[in-house]
């Protein structure tokens, strides 16, 4: 490694250490990459994938087997009754979106017991921006259920804020968002979902999934949550699928969304393919395996930034419910300084400097590390961070783990060096 970076030998000598404390971690995260990887791989047999369904097909894309088959293998993979999974979702929070109005009814109630939602789907459900369109627009109530004080969810008052308001839908963010709070493994899914069907049995149960995706080998549609949403290019896409998303779960629930993707009555049975089906089924079959390499890239963030000096969450040895890596840098400069050692480790763009900047949907300047083949994919190693207090940084991704390892290193570089 030496012989292509200029890197200091205090990183080397604390990479090394860092590496010693993961051992452990990494045979954890490579059972669960294999188990999935071999359930994948169940999955494409078990929905009959062959290379005809490869091709594209255009128009309203009547009767392409190769779409439908995408599905059952999504389906397969999430333990799921059906899936929909397309090109045309713009994004996450469009998914979320698209599968919210889906099920969703004016006077209906939105309750999230994890606390606010992050930044992007505050403006789809109209808690912030007054952007016309909103859940807000058409008088669906949205309530929500503080965290406890340490991040974790109040299970007390979920309980209690489930039985007073019986909400339509109790939803659930499985990542932390721009927030410190931990993200939530299935257990802690399966104890929110144990206490919603026991206190409004009739509540739909929909998980924000993106980022949690292949983590363990309990999926949180076999604890008891019914719908999930989530982006193709986070997790689910292995870092080839270029651009997308999925929504899984229960059949009905599953139709109602594919009625608000496309119309009432067409649903899933159109939508055109237009020759990404190769790229999405080959993201899906490496989706597991990247997953695990992304997971140790960030063990290996927290172990290595915990040597140098500062709190990271969560720690190597934690149980982990998504692919984010939190690092407290303390201070604007070490902040930006880790992002461009991001950037700098990346095989496209590396030359970039990453500045903060607008960024639509959130609240405060952003700044960005992502050197990606697709842009914005978050299953590629980046990071990125708004500026303001406690200036930590998420960070998440690495197609393989060498190569998230060499920008992990170069971060650290980058703020030692800034220090000079």
């Given amino acids: 490694m030496l012989s292509f970076f200029d890197i200091d030998k205090e990183v080397i000598s604390a990479s090394e250490k860092a590496m010693e404390l993961c051992k452990d971690k990494f045979a954890e995260i490579e059972d669960i990459q294999e188990y999935n990887q071999v359930k994948m791989i169940k999955a494409f047999q078990n929905a009959g994938v062959r290379e005809s369904f490869f091709a594209a097909s255009t128009g309203y894309g009547y009767d392409d087997f190769g779409r439908d088959a995408l599905d059952r293998v999504y389906a397969f993979a ?4 059906d899936a929909l999974v397309r090109h045309s979702f713009a994004s996450g929070t469009h998914t979320l979106t698209v599968a919210l109005f889906g099920i969703l009814r004016p006077n209906d109630t939105m309750l999230c017991v994890t606390g606010m939602p992050y930044d992007t789907i505050q403006s789809a459900i109209g808690i912030e921006g007054n952007y016309s369109g909103s859940l807000r627009d058409f008088d669906i109530n949205f309530e929500m259920t503080d965290l406890k ?5 109040d299970y007390e008052q979920i309980e209690k804020d489930i039985k007073e308001k019986k909400p339509k839908m109790v939803y659930i963010q499985r990542s932390r968002g721009y927030c410190l709070r931990p993200s939530l493994t299935y257990r802690e899914i399966k104890k929110i979902c144990d206490i919603s069907k026991k206190a409004s049995p009739n509540s739909i149960i929909m998980l924000d999934n993106c980022y949690g995706e292949f983590v ?6 076999s604890v008891g949550v019914d719908i999930i949403a989530g982006s193709l290019i986070k997790n689910p ?4 699928a270029p651009t997308g998303g999925y929504i899984a779960g229960r059949k009905d629930l599953v139709e109602m969304c594919s009625y608000r993707l496309t119309t009432p009555g067409t649903g899933k049975e159109i939508g055109a393919t237009l020759g990404i089906n190769r790229e999405l089924f080959m993201g899906a079959y490496h989706a597991p395996h990247v997953t695990g390499e992304a997971l140790k890239t960030a063990v290996f963030a927290s172990a290595l930034f915990e040597i140098l000096g500062y709190d990271t969450t969560p720690k190597y040895s934690d149980n982990r419910g998504d692919i984010i890596q939190l690092i407290m840098l303390g201070n604007e400069k070490s902040l930006t300084s880790f992002c461009r050692g991001i950037q700098s480790g990346s095989a496209v763009d ?4 990453p500045v903060a900047s607008d960024m639509p949907g959130y609240e405060s300047q952003v700044i960005m590390a992502a050197g990606a083949f697709t ?3 978050s299953i590629e190693l980046s990071a990125d961070a708004p500026l303001r207090e406690p200036y930590a940084v998420w960070m998440q991704g690495g197609l393989n783990f060498h190569g998230g390892k060499l920008g992990i290193m170069l971060a650290a570089d980058s703020i030692l060096k800034a220090k000079d």
Avoid: C, N, R
């Fill in 237 to 240: 896409g292995g870092g080839i």
């Fill in 149 to 153: 004080s340490d991040g974790t969810p």
């Fill in 78 to 81: 999430f333990d799921a009754e």
């Fill in 350 to 353: 590396s030359f970039v400097t």
């Fill in 216 to 221: 363990e080998k309990v999926e949180p549609l």
């Fill in 375 to 377: 842009l914005g994919s």
